[in-house]
T-cell receptor, first 113, second 115 residues
Framework: AQSVTQPDIHITVSEGASLELRCNYSYGATPYLFWYVQSPGQGLQLLLKYFSGDTLVQGIKGFEAEFKRSQSSFNLRKPSVHWSDAAEYFCAVGASNDYKLSFGAGTTVTVRA | DVKVTQSSRYLVKRTGEKVFLECVQDMDHENMFWYRQDPGLGLRLIYFSYDVKMKEKGDIPEGYSVSREKKERFSLILESASTNQTSMYLC??????????????FGEGSRLTVL
C-alpha cells in the first residue's frame, strides 16, 4: 500500500521569501503524485500533479514540484510567497491500479509580513 | 466549473443519534468519495463509490455506511454517532476511470461535533 510523509507540520515564512514543502512517499511502482492546498474554511484545491514525463511539474499560483525517484520525494516550491499562500498543503499519492488516493498529514504555512 | 456541494457546513449532534451527511456533484462524475480530516492525521478515506449503488470500503469504514442511489448524490451515514466521530468530513468526486487519471474535486466540508 502507498503512504505519504510530510515531515514538517508547520512552516513560517516571510512574504516574498521562497518556500519549500517536503513530501516523501512509499510505493513500489511509479507513483502518481499530487499537491493540494486548503485555504481556511475551504475545500481542497489541486495545485499540481505528476503522472510521468518531465520530473519538474508546474502548477497553479506559481508553484512547482520536482519528482525525485531516488529520494522518493515530491517537494513543492514557490520562489516568492504571497500572504494569500497561507494555507494547509497536502501531498497525496495514487496508484495506477487503485481508486484510492493516500494523503499526508499536511503542512500548515504561515506567512508573516 | 465543477461544483461539489455538501449540504451542511456545521452540525452538532448527540451521542447515539443517526447522522446523514449529504453530498451532491454537478459534473456527472463517476467516482465519489468521503474523507475524514483530523489535525495531524491528514485525510483518511472512509468509503468511495465508482458507480450508482456501488461502494467500497476505504481505510476507516468502521462506524459509517454510505448510500448512492443517484449518480450525483453520495451520502455518508453515521448509524449511532459517537464522540470520536467529531471531525471534518470532506466529500470529493472525480471523472470516469481510475482516480489517478484526473483530479479530485472537493466540497467545502462538513464539520460535525458529537456531544
Amino acid at each position: 500500500a502507498q503512504s505519504v510523509t510530510q515531515p514538517d507540520i508547520h512552516i513560517t515564512v516571510s512574504e516574498g521569501a521562497s518556500l519549500e514543502l517536503r513530501c516523501n512517499y512509499s510505493y513500489g511502482a511509479t507513483p502518481y503524485l499530487f499537491w493540494y492546498v486548503q485555504s481556511p474554511g475551504q475545500g481542497l484545491q489541486l495545485l499540481l500533479k505528476y503522472f510521468s514525463g518531465d520530473t519538474l511539474v508546474q502548477g497553479i499560483k506559481g508553484f512547482e514540484a520536482e519528482f525525485k525517484r531516488s529520494q522518493s520525494s515530491f517537494n513543492l516550491r514557490k520562489p516568492s510567497v504571497h500572504w494569500s499562500d497561507a494555507a494547509e498543503y497536502f501531498c497525496a499519492v495514487g496508484a495506477s491500479n487503485d481508486y484510492k488516493l493516500s494523503f499526508g498529514a499536511g503542512t500548515t504555512v504561515t506567512v508573516r509580513a | 466549473d465543477v461544483k461539489v456541494t455538501q449540504s451542511s457546513r456545521y452540525l452538532v449532534k448527540r451521542t447515539g443519534e443517526k447522522v446523514f451527511l449529504e453530498c451532491v456533484q454537478d459534473m456527472d462524475h463517476e467516482n465519489m468519495f468521503w474523507y475524514r480530516q483530523d489535525p495531524g492525521l491528514g485525510l483518511r478515506l472512509i468509503y468511495f463509490s465508482y458507480d450508482v449503488k456501488m461502494k467500497e470500503k476505504g481505510d476507516i469504514p468502521e462506524g459509517y455506511s454510505v448510500s448512492r442511489e443517484k449518480k450525483e448524490r453520495f451520502s455518508l451515514i453515521l448509524e449511532s454517532a459517537s464522540t470520536n466521530q467529531t471531525s471534518m468530513y470532506l466529500c470529493a468526486s472525480s471523472q470516469e476511470g481510475r482516480i489517478n487519471t484526473g483530479e479530485l474535486f472537493f466540497g467545502e466540508g462538513s464539520r460535525l461535533t458529537v456531544l
